[in-house]
């Protein structure tokens, strides 16, 4: 796949030089400015492949500032303080407790921690620019309270998987610090999970 990737890319690279050498010979037959013709050509052939990618990144870079990020709601020394003796009693489904769900814009995959937990994890897009949203909670079923919850945005097909990405240069998946604050998560379920079987 990379070498018809490089092959492309070398055949686009050669037919954009030609349509650029062609116009700026056309521009000094014409006597027109063969600068502006020169340029102009190249930023058509440019916008060809990439008229996404400045979009794609803005509006990515704009989700991650203004909706992204790890957030704890209640630590679990508070819910232990609030429910006393309740952790103690918990036994881990080891993951094999799960439902999942989808809907026209992604899907919601549920796994029941334990009696008491679940973690539930939502994708959903692509949205406008091939972007896709992740939101992962942990949720107290019993009360239905979100102890801790975790945003995240990809782009391309970054982190959904499925065909490789042609326009690799749209790939992302996470937002700056994405991968700690999944791992921050990931951490701070563990601590709800309960005793092993």
């Known amino acids: 796949m990379g070498f018809v990737i490089v092959l492309v890319g070398a055949a686009y690279l050669l037919i954009s030089i030609s349509v650029v050498a062609w116009a700026v010979n056309h521009a000094k037959k014409k006597g027109k400015s063969t600068k502006h013709w020169g340029w102009g050509a190249a930023l058509v052939m440019w916008l060809i492949p990439f008229w996404d990618w400045i979009p794609t990144v803005a509006v990515h870079q704009y989700y991650c500032t203004t909706e992204s990020g790890f957030w704890v709601y209640k630590t679990p020394e508070q819910w232990k303080k609030r429910n006393p003796g309740v952790m103690e009693g918990l036994i881990s489904n080891n993951g094999l407790v799960r439902k999942s769900m989808m809907d026209g814009l ?12 679940s973690w539930i994890v939502k994708k959903t897009g692509p949205f406008p620019f091939n972007r896709w949203r992740w939101q992962q909670e942990l949720i107290d079923t019993r009360t239905n309270q979100v ?15 499925g065909e490789p990405e042609l326009e690799f240069w749209l790939h992302s998946n996470h937002c700056a610090g994405g991968e700690r604050n999944n791992s921050l998560m990931w951490q701070f379920t563990e601590n709800f999970m309960g005793a092993r079987k």
């Open 106 to 117: 992604g899907y919601t995959d549920t796994s029941f921690l334990n009696a008491r937990f």
């Open 147 to 161: 102890l801790a919850s975790y945003v995240d945005f990809s782009t391309g097909n970054g982190h959904v998987g």
